[in-house]
């Protein structure tokens, strides 16, 4: 077979043409759609609607025990500024003697002595009275006693003071909000109370 004259005049120019100009080329093969379509995606679902209804109900179930059992616990928190312990002035000028009793020299033994007030039964205690225990138990079918009102007072409180601050954080917890922010609100009054009448007289305090 002669070849035509277009191909003798490629080849010569370039040796690197293969010998067979045209290649016919198998088209590619279109894409294949799926075969799902809506109604299958219902069938499926109509035929496990068991399994899917059992699945659901086992997850309310679970999130309903979580709940139960794990209640949300809010907290409330009180940042405390010591600057200074109140000490004998000339206002409290009863028994003068005493004026460096206390032994709070240092800036560690005043945080100390005030965590100590924060953190004590007596202060618990007269915050569960101004409170009332029935308020602090308000599902309590019974009359709740102070002391159980104090225990939980108690077990709630946090008192924390940084190293190097004189900063005195803290907080409680309940998982009542109401009861959480009321609690550490009385607590910082009554600490306020304590804190004069530890550091002064009872004549001065009076007289304040």
């Known amino acids: 077979m002669a070849e035509s004259p277009s191909e003798l005049q490629v080849r010569k120019s370039d040796p690197l043409v293969p010998r067979v100009l045209a290649r016919t080329r198998e088209a590619p093969p279109a894409p294949q759609h799926s075969s799902l379509n809506r109604n299958d995606f219902v069938f499926a679902l109509f035929k496990h609607k068991k399994k899917i209804v059992l699945a659901a109900l086992v997850g309310f179930v679970a999130a309903g025990a979580v709940y139960s059992l794990y209640p949300p616990v809010y907290q409330s928190q009180a940042k405390l500024l010591v600057r200074y312990v109140v000490e004998r002035s000339s206002v409290d000028s009863i028994d003068p003697g005493r004026s460096n009793s206390l032994g709070l020299g240092t ?73 959480a922010t009321l609690v550490l609100s009385e607590l910082v009054n009554q600490y306020f109370n304590k804190h004069l009448e530890v550091h002064r007289s009872a004549g001065a305090f009076d007289f304040v």
Do not use: C, H
């Open 107 to 179: 800036g560690t033994n005043v945080l100390a002595a005030e965590v100590e007030i924060l953190t004590s039964w007596d202060l618990a205690v007269q915050v569960a009275e101004a409170i009332g225990p029935k308020r602090l138990f308000p599902k309590s079918e019974g009359t709740p006693s102070k002391e159980a009102a104090a225990g939980m007072i108690a077990g709630g409180l946090q008192v924390n003071v940084p190293k190097g601050s004189n900063i005195i954080f803290v907080s409680y917890k309940n998982s009542e909000p109401e009861i």
